[in-house]
Each structure stands twice: as structure tokens, then as C-alpha cells.
């Protein structure tokens, strides 16, 4: 299926990129009715467009472009068109006219055409459980012949790598960013490997490409859908071993139940919207232990009857309590910038910061330090100025969202329960 929407006609230069369009309006016409081009499960309702690559991200990108389009550096210049170039045949001529159309004078807006790229997003269930947040989501696929490991497929490889291009570009300088003629050449690369891949599936004339039905678990309990994403999923006998073996002589750890004792602790800085974020999370002995019964297999309650998720993940090597505790203060930092990042994006534009408090961050696929975390965190207390805020957190849970450990759904711990 060809893509160009204007066969050997360069793209129609971008917008200045000043306007943001309505987030919750992203969509041009060709990919919401895109949706109904596919039968779907009675589960997913009508249907959602879940993108790999954050809409915030994409929105840094975009906010580069037209800069880099009429930059005096002639390389420079000459990178960002072929990348333009590539982003405007890649959508399809339906998006790509749609966008233009939905920007002042016929200048398709950076921001609109990035967020509509068809192989930028995956069709899926209405809000799934495991919100990544800003994190990347990408589509996954079972690895052949493995014990249940999953892998990236490989559009989202090459998203991914667009996307890790991306940000070292945007962090370099101390942050202020190198946007020189290589990256936008290493992105046009990246993008035209995600396009190469992507059209080798068959969507037969259609906007969106297929929903990948595989990779989405419903849990008839709860009503809820999530994505499997990196986590292994074991078979019911591989299961059964893993736990067996875990809770073989395994410590009382009930003394920590309702224990308020600090566990761990951390303290980081960042920017949140222009204000001056001093932010500290904390984990009790009592936070501790409920990762323990929810996220080891050592420790795992089978009794417990709410059970809230679909799916648990377990961290494998967790077999003490100062285990645990050891883990939670390794991890601690990187959840703790994450929830700078999260804060950023849900609660940045706030009028005041007081209006932080209680407020609860329940994020998937989190990178924290190289590892997929899942993470909920609450905010206890917010001090200081508004300009200069000082919070305090508390991490109520985490858990592994990659491949750092297995998953097993609500129906296979049940039937583990039973041959324990």
C-alpha cells in the first residue's frame, strides 16, 4: 500500500508549531473513523489509538522542526525536510491532507501530523489499566520457542530507537539540547525503518493498521484490559515450579504488616513547569511488606480475595524482607524522578501547588534507572512557596513491568493456589 500522498511532491512546509492542539482532541478524521474499519472485541467497546511514543514526546519533537526547517545551516535545513518529508508521506495522503486541513491556511501543524502518524499508534481497548503515562508503550509479541518472554515487534524497535535518539539529543548541553543536521538525519532513518516494517502488514487499503488482539488481557472480574507489554508470562507448570521453589522455607514477615517505621527514603529536584520541585518519597515498613504479598513469589498472598489487577508481576529474587527493603531503596531515586516527569505532564499547569495534595500517580512501564516499573504513589503533604514547592510522597506499591519478572493473570493464580 503506497503511502505518498502526493507522489515526488515534497511536503507543504510546518506551522510554527506555537499552537499545541486540544490533547484531547488529537485526532484527525481518517484515523477516528479508522476504527470502525476493524471488528473488535465486545470488551474494547469502540475502540482506542494508544500511542508508542508519548504525545508529549512527540510534542518536543515537533516544537524543533520548523526551527530546524529554516535554520541558515543548510544541513541542518536539509535534514529536517527529508525527516518532514518522510513524517508527511508516511501518514498516508488521507492524514496527511486531514492535517493540513486542520491547521490555519492549509500549514499542516508539526504536533498534528506527528500524533497521526498510523504506525505511531496501536488500536486497542478504551482505558486500560496500565496508563504509561509519558512512558514509551509499545506493541509486543511472544518470542518464539521462549518460556514466555516477549519482545518489542519491530516497529516499535525502530520507535523506540527514534525515540532514545530523541532525548539524548534533547538532554545534551546540560540540557539544552544539540538539534544538529545528524539527529534529524539518525530520525529520519529510524522513522523509515518503523514505515519499512509496518508495511510489510497486510491492512488492505485501510488507515490504521491491525489490532494486535494477542497482546491485550481481559479480566472478567475487575472489566479491565491491559497491555502484556515486556512481562514474561510462564505456563501454569513453569508457574507452579517458580513459586514452589521461592516459598521453601520462606521468613515470617507479618511483624511489618502495620509497621510505620521508615523503610527507605529519597529526595530529588527538578523543574516542574518553571517551579523549583524539592520532592521527597518515602516508603514504611508497611509499604514494604504489601509489595511483598502482592509482588513475590516468596511471599504472595493467594488468600487475599481483592486482588485489584488482572495481572501480577513478581520480583524473582526477593526472598527476605531486607531483600525487599534493599530493593525498594535501589529503586526509590528513579520512581521518585519519574513522579517529577508525571507531575509535569498531569498536574504541571496547576494554579497551586496545595491542589498536589492527595493527588495519586498510579504510572506503568516507568524507566527507572534501565528497569520497567510499575508505581503508585500518593503526595502527603505539600510545603514551601508555589514557586518553590516541597513535597512529600509516599510510595504505596511497585512492582516489575518488563522483563525483569513474570506475570501471571487473576485465573492462573488461582489454579497455582490449588496445586500449592
Not at 157 to 181: C, H, I, M, Q, T
Not at 236 to 244: C, D
Not at 280 to 306: G, K, M, P, Q, Y
Request: hydrophobic share 40%; charged share 20%.
Amino acid at each position: 500500500m503506497t503511502t505518498s500522498p502526493v507522489a515526488g511532491r515534497p511536503a507543504p512546509p510546518p506551522s510554527t508549531a506555537r499552537e499545541v492542539p486540544d490533547k484531547g482532541k488529537w485526532a484527525v478524521k481518517p484515523l477516528n473513523d479508522g476504527k470502525a474499519a476493524y471488528t473488535l472485541p465486545t470488551e474494547w467497546k469502540s475502540g482506542a489509538l494508544h500511542h508508542k511514543i508519548a504525545k508529549e514526546r512527540l510534542s518536543s519533537i515537533a516544537e524543533q522542526v520548523t526551527p530546524a526547517w529554516n535554520s541558515k545551516n543548510t544541513q541542518i535545513q536539509a535534514a529536517a525536510k527529508g525527516f518532514w518529508n518522510l513524517c508527511w508521506a508516511v501518514a498516508g495522503e488521507g492524514v496527511a491532507q486531514a492535517v493540513a486541513m486542520a491547521g490555519p491556511g492549509g500549514s499542516p501543524n508539526p504536533h498534528r501530523l506527528l500524533w497521526n502518524l498510523p504506525l505511531m499508534v496501536s488500536l486497542g481497548p478504551q482505558s486500560p489499566a496500565n496508563d504509561p503515562g509519558m512512558n514509551f508503550d509499545p506493541d509486543t509479541e511472544p518470542m518464539p520457542d521462549g518460556p514466555g518472554t516477549r519482545r518489542m515487534d519491530a516497529v516499535s524497535l525502530a520507535l523506540k530507537d527514534l525515540e532514545n535518539a530523541w532525548l539524548s539529543a534533547a538532554g545534551a548541553d546540560n540540557g539544552r539540547g544539540v538539534y544538529d543536521a545528524a539527529l534529524w538525519t539518525t530520525l529520519q532513518r529510524h522513522l523509515q525503518t518503523a514505515h519499512t516494517a509496518a508495511e510489510r502488514v497486510d491492512r488492505d487499503e485501510r488507515v490504521l493498521y491491525p489490532p494486535l488482539r494477542e497482546q491485550w488481557v481481559y479480566d472478567s472480574t475487575t472489566k479491565q484490559n491491559l497491555r502484556k507489554g515486556l512481562t514474561p508470562f510462564p505456563t501454569l507448570a513453569q508457574g507452579r515450579l517458580l513459586f514452589a521453589q521461592a516459598r521453601v522455607n520462606a521468613p515470617s514477615i507479618a511483624a511489618y504488616a502495620d509497621s510505620a517505621n521508615a523503610a527507605a527514603n529519597a529526595t530529588v529536584r527538578g523543574t516542574v513547569s518553571g517551579r523549583q520541585v524539592t520532592l521527597t518519597l518515602t516508603a514504611a515498613e508497611e509499604n514494604v511488606h504489601h509489595v511483598c504479598v502482592r509482588h513475590t513469589l516468596t511471599f504472595f498472598d493467594f488468600t487475599e480475595a481483592s486482588r485489584p489487577r488482572p495481572i501480577n508481576t513478581f520480583w524473582p529474587d526477593v526472598r527476605t524482607f531486607a531483600d525487599a527493603t534493599a530493593l525498594t531503596a535501589t529503586l526509590l531515586p528513579g520512581i521518585a524522578r519519574s513522579c517529577l516527569r508525571e507531575l509535569d505532564r498531569e498536574l504541571g499547569n496547576v494554579a497551586k501547588t496545595a491542589d498536589w495534595l492527595d493527588e495519586v500517580l498510579e504510572i506503568s512501564s516507568a524507566d527507572v534507572d534501565g528497569r520497567l516499573v510499575f508505581y503508585n504513589v500518593q503526595f502527603t503533604d505539600v510545603a514551601g512557596t508555589d514557586a518553590a514547592p516541597v513535597v512529600q510522597a509516599v510510595i504505596e506499591s511497585f512492582a516489575p513491568d518488563g522483563p525483569d519478572g513474570p506475570g501471571f493473570t487473576r485465573g492462573d493464580l488461582d489454579l497455582i493456589a490449588k496445586q500449592l
